[in-house]
């Protein structure tokens, strides 16, 4: 919560919003469009809005139809049709085309940026007269008589001791009627809500994956506009969910992506590394002959579903998008999800002040059971336990049987009996995996990768990545899982030093981070909290990538 002794400047508005990616926007928007008078603010940790965001996704326009219908006219960003979907079962050495599922069909898609939609409904917002501030990190919560009242800003100049160097500025109270938390997956501020307001009671544990993503450019006769591929099998093991897609999109552009769900047992398994041996295939080399890679970046994903989804509303506001868990696992997408999320938390926060602010937001809650939304993920609730209770041959067995025979409507829940930090087996017995050395033009390593993400952090300030009791990390993380958060990390920001010389002790690399989040879910004993760094900082992803 926020510290009561330090002055700072404090600004009102009717609505705060936390996080300017679909969700925020897509709620700042329609809250506008349904209460012209309301004043809303909208805070984003990066330097600019989408500059988190890395380019390549496929977007269902479900939720911008009825948020703008004539979103065509206004010039948004979206110029490529998805044409042509393509599913495979990749073996070692062959690869083998599989019928691609209902779920997994995109005719009606666009792929496109995300960052430029963001920044484009950005300029929506603004026009509408939002306030929207990039470089502002929500970094705390104000509680007043337990109720939420807004958000407290990051403060900036704090020097690496934790002392208010020469160039401090305390953070900015925000104070709202509402605060809409829109962080994305595993938000620092939404993980305390949760805690706090116990919104997670009676719900399965929340299960991710960490999604790695590079941008490509191609030759122009590779490049196939509207082509979607996605793989699953080599080279995760069976038993290991996970799988790659390859989005063709723009002038020479390809999103190639690998996701691996963190409840993975194996401590010796890399993400990053199982990306980088993906490429390699028979099946795939060929995909970015010729071409350039030009960006980088990771992020985790929710994927518990309509199960795994917290409580959505608490005093003084409410969780939309990611950070509340709205992703369709067997569809790839959660844009359509978060947005209308969003919208639907705006159409219960206009009826609200136009009713007097009642504490909490019950008809947000209502009004997203009463929705496609809801009807969606719920169809969709069995095919990712069914993976993980089934492995690999198990789950597209079942996936098969709940999508074509069941249609969604199975008299039954599956549930995520764990989370994924409780999953890993010791190092002693697991295989461990050797990894190809990369060769710097198809394969890389983390910290070229790092480079081009235009990862940056002010040197002199107080690391984000916090170790709740650094004494766990030697008998647990290392004498029995040998520091698999050096492994998790797409982003080289843990490392276990000194082993040559008998005194293994883990290093911490902030500057290097990505804002995946990974280390913040998969730590065995949630050791380590993400917080947001000081305003600004993390990656870079100018417009266009």
Sequence with gaps: MADAAITRE??????????????????AIRLKQLAPEASICVVEKG???????????????RALDELFPDWRERGAPLATPATD???????????????????????????????????????????LGIDIYPGFPAAGLLEEEGRIGGIVTG???????????????????????????????????????????????????????????????????QHKPGLVVHTVGWPLD????????????????????????????????????????????????GYFAGGRRVSYGARALNEGGWQSLPRLVFPGGALIGDAAGFLNVPKIKGTHAAMKSG???????????????????????????????AAELEAARNIRPAFARFGLWGGIAYAALDTYLLRGRAPWTLHHP??????????????????????????????????????????DQPPHLRLRDPARWLPVNWERYRSPESRYCPAAVYEAAGEAEGQPRLQINAQNCVHCKTCDIKDPTQNIDWVTPEGGGGPNYPSGM
């Design 418 to 459: 764990y989370p994924d930090y409780a999953t890993l087996e010791p190092a002693t017995a697991a295989p461990r995996i050797d990894y190809p050395k990369p060769d710097g033009q198809l394969t890389f390593d983390r910290l070229s990768s790092v480079y081009i993400s235009n990862t940056n952090h002010a040197e």
């Design 343 to 373: 919208m639907l938390a705006a159409e219960a926060v206009a009826e609200a002040l136009a009713a007097g602010h009642p504490a909490e937001l019950a008809a947000y809650p209502e009004k997203l059971r009463a929705s496609w939304l």
């Design 238 to 285: 069976a038993r290991t969910y996970g799988g790659s897609f390859l989005y063709h999109f723009g002038a020479g552009l390809v999103s190639f992506g690998f996701v691996v769900g963190l409840d993975y047992r194996n401590p010796w398994l890399s993400p990053f590394d199982e990306m980088q041996r993906f490429k390699t295939h028979p099946a795939m080399r």
């Design 85 to 127: 979907d393509r599913f495979l079962w990749l073996t070692e050495h062959r690869a083998f085309r599989l019928p691609t599922p209902p779920q997994m069909r995109n005719h009606g898609n666009y792929i496109a940026s995300l960052g430029d939609l963001c920044r484009w409904l950005a300029k929506q917002a603004e026009a």
């Design 155 to 221: 403060e900036a100049g704090i020097t690496r001791d934790s002392t208010r160097g020469p160039n401090y500025q305390p953070g900015m109270e925000l104070r709202a009627a509402y605060t809409l938390f829109a962080e994305g997956c595993r938000g620092s501020l939404t993980k305390q809500l949760i805690e706090r307001f116990d919104l997670a009671r009676g719900c399965d544990p929340q299960t991710y994956g960490i999604g790695i993503k590079e941008l490509w450019e191609v030759p122009a006769p």
């Design 10 to 27: 404090s600004m009102e508005f009717d609505v705060v919003v936390v996080g300017a990616g679909p969700a925020g926007l897509a709620a």
């Design 47 to 61: 330097g600019e809005v989408g500059a988190h965001i890395l380019s390549g996704a496929v977007i269902e326009p």
